[in-house]
T-cell receptor, first 114, second 112 residues
Framework: DAKTTQPNSMESNEEEPVHLPCNHS???????IHWYRQLPSQGPEYVIH???SNVNNRMASLAIAEDRKSSTLILHRATLRDAAVYYC???????????????FGQGTILTVHP | DSGVTQTPKHLITATGQRVTLRCSPR?????VYWYQQSLDQGLQFLIQ???????AKGNILERFSAQQFPDLHSELNLSSLELGDSALYFC???????????FGEGSRLTVL
């Protein structure tokens, strides 16, 4: 499985932007980049995903490097509720369905200070 | 609410026992995934089913087994339980067109 590498932890102040990096140098052409987050005592929650182009949704933005070997999750204005563990994972596609073990790494623990 | 339902939410049992965890995926989702999360191991992928068939397998112990039924609900069976099996067990289902995973709230298993 293609692996992802993320910093163990990051800190931010409330209402400031946060850039969470992820390296995935062995990504294959059919791998989508997905981000999930896990708030304390909850199951992981989908945040955003993309293939090649940058993506925006109501939660965050995803910036994907031109060579696709890295990506950055951008929270435009961090809130206390954004304090969570953020996971970057690669999801392969074939035959119209996802495949692979969808392995979660250790993720990045984001701390948001008031 | 993700739409994925897991039961029971909490379970306390003794070593050597057997338990069954149940998962109902979101309506229309054909894939079901099981994950184990313990304090020292993070989120570990166990197994994936797609429309009743096993699709991918992770580090699932031989004492553990799973299946997905025709109505698409899934069960994870854990037998000969050991103290180290104490963990949160998450089920997720996926939207096949996007691969987005929807996780349930988990079943917390405590083995005494």
């Amino acid at each position: 499985d293609a692996k992802t590498t993320q910093p163990n932890s990051m800190e931010s102040n409330e209402e400031e932007p946060v850039h969470l990096p992820c390296n995935h140098s062995t990504i294959s052409g059919t791998d989508y980049i997905h981000w999930y987050r896990q708030l304390p005592s909850q199951g992981p929650e989908y945040v955003i995903h993309g293939l090649t182009s940058n993506v925006n949704n109501r939660m965050a933005s995803l910036a994907i490097a031109e060579d696709r070997k890295s990506s950055t999750l951008i929270l435009h204005r961090a809130t206390l509720r954004d304090a969570a563990v953020y996971y970057c994972i690669l999801v392969g596609w074939a035959g119209g369905t996802s495949y692979g073990k969808l392995t979660f790494g250790q993720g990045t623990i984001l701390t948001v200070h008031p | 609410d993700s739409g994925v339902t897991q039961t029971p939410k909490h379970l306390i049992t003794a070593t050597g026992q057997r338990v069954t965890l149940r998962c109902s995926p979101r309506s229309g989702d054909l894939s079901v995934y099981w994950y184990q999360q313990s304090l020292d191991q993070g989120l570990q992928f166990l197994i994936q089913y797609y429309n009743g068939e096993e699709r991918a397998k992770g580090n699932i112990l031989e004492r553990f087994s799973a299946q997905q039924f025709p109505d698409l609900h899934s069960e994870l069976n854990l037998s000969s339980l050991e103290l180290g099996d104490s963990a949160l067990y998450f089920c997720a289902s996926s939207v096949e067109l996007t691969g987005e995973l929807f996780f349930g709230e988990g079943s917390r298993l405590t083995v005494l």
